[in-house]
Nanobody, 127 residues
């Protein structure tokens, strides 16, 4: 059974950092791109970042460029999202999702192309 589990969320003050993890099981991470998406209360789900099969292939939403960094460790079947300089507007439930991908295919932040999804982890940025 393909499964993704997010962890690492929590409450942090503005300017702080968090590292989210997306642990996958039931499939080999090597063949998948992973995307991070978030949804704040009352707002549409939005793409945050994704990483292709090649760790050099990454994509970021404009709102997080320069602050967030995505990485993958295929040996651990885990993808990470390092979030620095957090802002209150980063508050949301963060989800990771998988997309079977070609080796050199650029990842895109198109949510309906990703399946399956994790259950989400809450990130709250507040003083």
């Amino acid at each position: 059974q393909l499964q993704l589990v997010e962890s690492g969320g929590g409450l942090v003050q503005p300017g702080g950092s968090l590292r989210l993890s997306c642990a996958v099981s039931g499939f080999t991470l090597d063949y998948y791109a992973i995307g991070w998406f978030r949804q704040a209360p009352g707002k549409e789900r939005e793409g945050v970042s994704c990483i292709g099969r090649s760790a050099d292939s990454t994509n970021y939403a404009d709102s997080v460029k320069g602050r967030f960094t995505i990485s993958r460790d295929n040996a651990k079947n885990t993808v990470y999202l390092q979030m620095n300089s957090l802002k209150p507007e980063d508050t949301a439930v963060y989800y990771c999702a998988a997309r079977f991908s070609g080796r050199f295919q650029q990842c895109l932040l198109i949510d309906y192309e990703y399946k399956p999804w994790g259950q989400g982890t809450q990130v709250t940025v507040s003083s």
